[in-house]
């Protein structure tokens, strides 16, 4: 079974600067996905950024961007020039590529992330 | 865009009632799950179904059921209510196939949560 763990449970950060959140994952298949999402207060759960463990090049939207080491099983969400709107939790999960219907996401603890006016 | 939609935000029962939560999704996907979410947890997964009147158990199914009697709507039933199981719930639905990409799909979608309590 896999397991996902994120060992920060709450993080602050400025306006405007630069945040990173870690996620460390334990699986023994080659190909899988792996998420980030943010949960705001309003509670519905969005999609951040998606990375395909074959691909090699770090997956960026636009604010937000991924490390993924692939050896080291992390997978850590780089978000910059921080905005109000970002303060939430947020999830990093992961998902087997196999090729079946009805993927499953196994999800970490969360983390909560304030962003300081 | 996709939209999951869960009947209710709130919701306030008493021990043994039978409560059944109730999702909707309406861009005809195939899979449907439903998730607990527990502070400290995280998300974790009761119930998941890829097709009218099919369902497979996920990692925490005891004192749960579920039921697909439709494509579109997906529901989690409690039997017999318990303190324990005051929680947030999740449902969550995703494609079989992507035809954009041209693989299986992997984006979960999901909707704004009931937050049970259990009295």
């Known amino acids: 079974a896999q397991t996902v763990t994120q060992s920060q449970p709450e993080m602050s950060v400025q306006e405007a600067e630069t945040v990173t959140l870690s996620c460390t994952y334990d699986?023994?298949?080659?190909?899988?996905?792996l998420f980030w999402y943010k949960q705001p207060p309003s509670r519905q759960m969005i999609l951040v950024i998606r990375q395909e463990a074959y691909k090699q090049q770090n997956a960026t939207e636009n604010r937000f961007s991924v490390n993924f080491q692939k050896a080291a099983k992390s997978f850590s969400l780089k978000i910059s020039d921080s905005q109000l709107g970002d303060t939430a939790m947020y999830f990093c999960a992961f998902m087997n590529d196999y090729s079946g219907s009805a993927r499953q996401l196994t999800f970490g603890s969360g983390t909560q992330l304030t962003v300081l006016p | 865009d996709v939209k999951v939609t869960q009947s209710s935000r709130y919701l306030v029962k008493r021990t043994g009632e039978k409560v059944f939560l109730e999702c909707v999704q309406d861009m005809d996907h195939e899979n449907m799950f439903w998730y607990r979410q527990d502070p400290g947890l995280g998300l974790r997964l009761i119930y998941f179904?890829?097709?009218?009147?099919?369902?497979e158990k996920g990692d925490i199914p005891e004192g749960y059921s579920v039921s697909r009697e439709k494509k579109e709507r997906f529901s989690l039933i409690l039997e017999s209510a318990s303190t324990n199981q005051t929680s947030m719930y999740l449902c969550a639905s995703s494609v079989s196939y992507d035809r954009t990409s041209g693989g299986f799909g992997n984006i979960q979608y999901f909707g704004a949560g009931t937050r049970l309590s259990v009295l």
């Open positions: 699986t023994s298949e080659s190909n899988y996905y």
């Open positions: 179904s890829y097709d009218v009147k099919m369902k």
